[in-house]
């Protein structure tokens, strides 16, 4: 017979079982089968990993509020873990998934059993794999509806349509990476870009498969639209058809009616669309944006809004007029213009009070190479870092090393600053072109007002850094180019409607500053949502300590979290 432990995490040993568990309680319970599955694209057939044999994977729908249970039984050959993207997890860091920071890994043949607690959160995230670069095939969307007796700040939608944009290797994508590290190159562009699992007409061989979403003249429609590419920005559009953007991350904001967005990897946008062209088909169409030196994957992908109904099918699509690859201007257009809608009804709280400061380069670097004989900048290996401290991931958890007290996993001296001040965008600086490297986090005290500067360098590649931050939602309040000024810059903050998301872009050769209370204790990963980036390094910990409380304190641990080693 199942049961409950004495952490109320179900095990679930039999289908049955599992039936009457869900047909007794109003609580969610999932089933995540990891398994390699073959998928044809791109005119060859190739095997990956996927949850329940579908790419994307399930999409998980909750209530604002609740707590579901995801048993992840992994199949695989490799160990593997699954983070829940932008879900805080109130006091519950040991279900958030990063690898080796908060949880080893699922081993193959086991299973775990995640309990993944709602709060706050309102419309759209996102679940993916979180070790090594397996969130390339493993991930899928959650949907967070109001909570029973509420509704929507704007007027309901006929229906919703998932879109998820994602990335295709032909080569298996653990040996993408795994050479790159090897020989300190840059990892090989991915080789077409997905909508829901998809490449789209433009690609070889994928006309007959292309993503078609169908609607009825005259209606509105919801597009809860995830970017889950590994390392590329995207813009994306409808010909012909405006876009109204609602909310970002699960929160609302003050509706952006637009012809085009830009989104970064790991943001989620909720858009409508009203279908108000003639009766046709129209492309849905997404492509790079990108300031990098290296350029990105040239292909747009596309899917096809179809409209029911009687008439000709069009011997030509339209497609979007999307903005160029490095139109930075379109991109500050889009996202200058995103503020939280912060009404009556979905309030936010701005910290004013401001007790921890912290300062944060970010920046790509080298990693000297014995005997000049690596594939990056200067027969070096490419690194990556945050205030000059290159991030190494520990063999056991930090969740559990501080949780256990267990001494040596990782060192508590991550700086406040950055240890040179320079001009961080102008000339580079060969004092910070190699960093240091080590498990270093920084610890904040429960209920502190914190305040983040992610500064942007011009180190070996300047570009736009998206950062994400697990366990919290925060504000972003300013943003601009060139260096911070401690003066002037805070002037120009918006603490009145500033957005509330958990992954930013912080632009190329500039800054980005964000605020939050630090009221979620626990161990909590930063990182860059590039994914090349942070397999270089560019991540950091933060451990916010337990308040008075019962209920500001870190729960304690399941009782049965995956081992750290087959054994």
């Known amino acids: ?177 795994n050479s790159a590290l090897a020989t300190g190159a840059d990892p090989n562009n991915s080789d077409a870009f997905t909508i829901n699992g998809q490449p789209g007409d433009l690609y070889s061989c994928s006309k007959a498969s292309t993503f078609h979403m169908k609607v009825d003249y005259g209606k509105t429609y919801m597009l809860r639209l995830i970017n889950a590419l590994m390392n590329d920005e995207q813009f994306f559009a409808i010909a012909n058809h405006n876009l109204t953007v609602v909310g970002q991350d699960a929160a609302y904001l003050k509706p952006i009616t637009t012809p085009y967005i830009m989104i970064t990897p790991g943001q989620t946008m909720d858009i409508l669309v009203k279908a108000n062209q003639p009766p046709s088909h129209y492309y849905i169409a997404s492509a790079a944006y990108s300031d990098a030196i290296v350029p990105p994957h040239n292909g747009t992908t596309t ?60 920046a790509i670097n080298e990693q000297i190479c014995p005997n000049a004989t690596c594939a990056g900048p200067d027969n070096n290996a490419i690194a990556a870092s945050l205030n000059n401290i290159s991030f190494e991931t520990p063999s056991i958890d930090i969740l559990q090393a ?14 406040t600053n950055p240890p040179y001040f320079y001009n961080f965008t102008g000339e580079q600086q060969n004092i910070t072109t190699y960093p240091t490297f080590g498990a270093k986090v920084k610890f904040i005290k429960y209920g502190e007002g914190v305040e983040i500067i992610f500064q942007g360098t011009n180190i070996i590649a300047p570009e736009n850094h998206p950062m994400h931050l697990h366990g919290f939602s925060f504000y972003l309040v300013g943003t601009g180019y060139g260096n911070f000024n401690a003066t002037t810059s805070p002037k120009t903050y918006n603490l009145v409607d500033p957005p509330e998301v958990n992954t930013i872009g912080v632009p190329k050769n500039g800054w980005a500053t964000i605020r939050f209370i630090a009221d979620n204790p626990g161990v909590w990963f930063m990182h860059c949502h590039l994914e090349r980036h942070s397999s270089w390094g560019m991540d950091t910990v933060i451990i916010v300590g337990n308040g008075n409380t019962t209920n500001s304190k870190l729960r304690p641990p399941p009782a049965h979290m995956p081992l750290c080693s087959k054994s």
């Open 1 to 177: 017979m199942a049961g409950f432990d004495k952490m109320g995490v179900i095990l679930l040993v039999a289908s049955l079982e599992f039936i009457l568990l869900q047909l007794c309680s109003a609580t969610r319970y999932y089933d995540f089968v990891l398994k390699e599955t073959n998928f044809t694209r791109l005119c060859s057939t190739k095997s990956i990993l996927t949850v329940n044999g579908s790419f994307p994977g399930p999409t998980i729908q909750v209530h604002k509020g609740e707590t579901i249970y995801v048993n992840v039984h992994n199949q695989g050959l490799y160990g593997v873990t699954i983070h829940w993207h932008g879900v805080k997890q109130p006091r519950n860091p040991w279900s958030d998934g990063p690898e080796n920071i908060t949880q080893c890994p699922i081993q193959a043949g086991s299973n775990f059993t995640y309990e993944v607690v709602f709060s706050s959160e309102e419309g759209t995230l996102w679940w993916h794999a979180h070790s090594d670069w397996t969130r390339a095939t493993v991930h899928g969307a959650i949907v967070i509806l109001p909570a029973a007796g509420t509704t929507y700040p704007f007027a309901a939608p006929h229906a919703q349509q998932t879109i998820i944009l994602g990335s295709w290797f032909k080569s298996d994508v653990m040996e993408v990476i």
């Open 303 to 362: 899917a096809i809004l179809q409209y029911r109904g009687k008439y000709s099918t069009p011997s030509t699509i339209p497609l979007p007029n999307l903005p160029v690859s490095n139109d930075t201007t379109a991109a500050d257009n889009f996202t200058s213009c995103v503020r939280a809608l912060a009404s009556k009804a979905h309030p936010i709280t701005v910290p004013t009070k401001i007790t921890t400061r912290i300062y944060m380069t970010i």
């Open 402 to 415: 501080y949780y256990g007290g267990i001494n040596g996993v990782f060192e508590e001296n991550f700086p």
